[in-house]
């Protein structure tokens, strides 16, 4: 179904209107464009905290306190592509490259499943030298050493022979961000060469293949309109995917993009609630782009709905070349290695890790209401 109309802007909504479109997502339902715009854009400050705190109490009837942690192994920085946001794409003279081999990336699933991780993610640009069939075989040795474990990739848009080998080596899930679902935004933001026809096949054909799939978008990027985080909504009701990254945009360096301002950290706990409430089974992390760009971004997520995080399981001198924005956070209570220090924040906020795999499972699978 194609909703891509242009939504007027709404100034105010009264509390009437405001149950009602609320109580309409919390049955189960997609709202209209008006809907979605009226809830991103003209709450008041008592409906935002209701919002907020609606989401927060439907993630904790649905996963408890428990937070979820996925390894994240950041396996290349080369990529192929050149978006016009990102910090690694192919032009950028200013990074230094690394690519970790098939021992490296063995050594970090070792050392967090050592920690506890039941997830290993492993994550890295479109890089020409980790083809198809060496990736294929690195998820079979991790399936091989680590059987019980969750692997997920999120290494972007391969063909659909390459993602069927990649779920028969065993891995689980995928993440593939659309980024933004509007045409024109998406041509804004990418190069000629890249088609969002293209990333949306690629969804479908991951879907289609049974893996637990993650889509996504950054909140502020350069030209997005309410418009465009309206079309993100109703893609991912048509979707209806299994995990969801949404992050605020931030610049990176020596890019056509370095000198845009960031997105918005409130917009985008505003879209974690309102996603919290639309796919209440959903694994939706608190993204370390928050936690970037607000000191406490990841506890703030966590209470806007979000249940899960991902420290970084990379080796320690790669991490800081993994820099798809600037001054991304890789140290301290972002590393795999000191979780106790994550733990103790998510106390103080009344949450706990926990290191279940964390599968997918819709509510009626799970025995809950
Ligand atoms: S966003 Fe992904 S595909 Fe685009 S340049 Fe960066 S790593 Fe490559």
Same mark, same amino acid.
């Given at each position: ?10 100034? =105010? ?14 049955? $189960?339902?997609?709202?209209? !464009? ?52 990102? $910090? ?33 993610? %492993? ?40 993602? !069927? ?21 998406? *041509? ?11 990333? %949306? ?13 993650? *889509? ?18 109703? =893609? ?20 056509? =993009? ?22 209440? #089974? ?6 370390? +782009?928050?936690?970037?760009? #607000? ?37 301290? #209570?972002? +590393? *795999?290695?000191? %979780? ?18 964390? #599968? ?6 799970? $025995?809950?209401?």
């Amino acid at each position: 179904m194609e909703r891509l109309e242009a939504t007027k802007p709404i100034d =105010f909504l009264t509390d009437t209107a405001y149950e009602a479109f609320v109580q309409r997502l919390t049955s $189960g339902e997609p709202l209209e !464009r008006h809907g979605y715009a009226a809830l991103l854009s003209a709450l008041t400050e008592e409906q935002a905290a209701d919002l907020q705190q609606r989401a927060r109490r439907t993630a904790q009837i649905r996963f408890g306190t428990g937070i979820y942690v996925r390894g994240l192994i950041e396996i290349s920085n080369y990529c192929r592509n050149n978006c016009y946001y990102c $910090g690694i794409r192919r032009s950028n003279p200013a990074i230094s490259r690394y690519r970790l081999s098939e021992e490296d990336i063995l050594a970090c699933c070792r050392q967090g499943a050592d920690i506890g991780f039941r997830t290993f993610v %492993l994550q890295g640009g479109e890089d020409p030298q980790q083809d198809d069939a060496w990736l294929a075989e690195v998820v079979r040795s991790i399936r091989r050493s680590f059987p019980e474990h969750a692997i997920t990739l999120s290494v972007g848009e391969r063909s659909e022979e390459a993602y !069927r080998t990649f779920r028969e080596a065993g891995a689980d899930r995928y993440l593939l961000r659309h980024e933004t679902r509007n045409p024109g935004h998406y *041509a804004r933001l990418h190069p000629k060469e890249m088609s969002l026809e293209h990333r %949306l096949g690629c969804l479908n054909t991951l879907k289609q293949l049974g893996f637990q799939t993650g *889509a996504g978008m950054m909140v502020g990027s350069p030209g997005q309109t309410l418009d465009c985080l309206v079309d993100d909504l109703c =893609f991912l009701d048509e979707l209806q995917p299994e995990m969801i990254g949404v992050g605020p945009f931030i610049p990176a360096s020596h890019t056509p =993009f370095a000198r845009e301002q960031a997105g918005s950290i409130e917009l985008t706990l505003r879209l974690l609630s309102l996603l919290r409430l639309r796919f209440p #089974d959903v694994l939706l992390p608190a993204t370390t +782009a928050l936690a970037t760009l #607000d000191p406490d971004g990841r506890e703030k997520g966590i209470l806007a709905g979000a249940n899960v995080l991902m420290p970084n399981l990379s080796p320690s001198d790669v991490r800081s070349k993994y820099a798809l924005y600037a001054h991304k956070r890789c140290m301290g #209570d972002e +590393a *795999a290695e000191q %979780l106790s220090l994550l733990d103790g924040r998510l106390q103080r906020i009344g949450y706990r890790i926990v290191f279940e795999r964390g #599968d997918y499972q819709p509510a009626v699978q799970a $025995g809950a209401e």
